[in-house]
């Protein structure tokens, strides 16, 4: 009978866990579109769930609802069926609340105006950035093509060094923007998704540089995570031992 009780009390737990009271509302208005069905999607360990969903028959105005820990990266998914020759997905920036994302089936990515959420204002304000930087860098892709054709040796020089800096000063960049940003958890999504590879004393500024509450959150936690994973890798490699070379076999010819 015990053992009976304790069960129905496992199973209980278990269905209110997956029972969760949404406390994310996405509403979505799609210009256009008639037809077709509309998903709330995220990552869960590098593979993309779907969290909730509508299939739009007349009616352009959705909803969509899920429950969510902590502010995070998620993807508006139009599967369409209207002989259109791709679909389409929307990544915006979810905070417990409402979002309201406006758009069009024509342009459904670059037609998206999202709001409703500070991560996502801050995101968008970066990615305009970032813009002008990508500008930039086909720029000297167009520069580095004409000196190749042309074999100016000095001309490629002069465009890797321009280069150079352009990637160093995107990375301060995108540094500063986040420990600027340390009350928001986009700050320690950006060190994650942008600068990863940076020199880990820049994370490591970043990380100290979050205020409690967004080092508590699922991105803060990641990049905790990740920090421990480059110490650990820089720590085994600096622990390497030189092979030693016999000085008889220094010199065989």
Same mark, same amino acid.
């Given at each position: ?26 509403? *979505? ?5 008639? !037809? ?5 999607? !995220?990552?869960?360990? $590098? ?18 609802? *899920?429950?969510? =820990? ?41 037609? *998206?105006?999202? $709001? ?37 040796? =000095? ?38 998704? =942008? ?9 490591? $500024? ?21 920090? !421990? ?6 720590? *085994? ?17």
């Amino acid at each position: 009978m015990k053992k009976i009780s304790i069960l129905l009390l496992a199973i209980i737990a278990l269905t209110s866990c997956n029972n969760k009271e949404s406390n994310l509302i996405v509403n *979505a208005n799609i210009d256009g579109l008639k !037809k077709g069905t509309v998903y709330l999607q !995220k990552i869960d360990d $590098t593979l993309m769930v779907d969290l909730d969903s509508v299939e739009v028959n007349g009616n352009a105005n959705i909803s969509l609802e *899920a429950f969510i =820990e902590s502010p995070q990266v998620m993807y508006l998914y139009l599967k369409k069926v209207d002989n259109s020759q791709y679909d389409d997905r929307i990544d915006f920036f979810a905070e417990e609340g409402e979002v309201t994302i406006n758009t069009t089936l024509e342009n459904f990515v670059t037609d *998206a105006k999202i $709001t409703g959420a500070r991560n996502q204002e801050k995101l968008e304000e970066y990615r305009k950035m970032m813009q002008r930087f990508n500008d930039k860098n086909l720029e000297l892709i167009q520069q580095n093509f004409e000196a190749q054709r042309d074999e100016n040796e =000095e001309q490629l020089i002069d465009v890797n060094k321009q280069y150079e800096s352009l990637l160093k000063r995107k990375y301060l960049y995108t540094v500063n923007f986040a420990i600027n940003n340390k009350d928001l958890e986009v700050a320690p999504y950006l060190a994650l998704s =942008e600068v990863f590879d940076a020199n880990i004393k820049y994370l490591d $500024t970043i990380y100290n540089s979050l205020e409690p509450k967004v080092k508590k959150s699922m991105y803060g936690k990641e990049l905790k995570d990740f920090l !421990k994973e480059r110490r650990d890798e820089e720590e *085994a490699s600096e622990n390497i031992e030189p092979v030693e070379t016999k000085e008889n076999d220094e010199d065989i010819s």
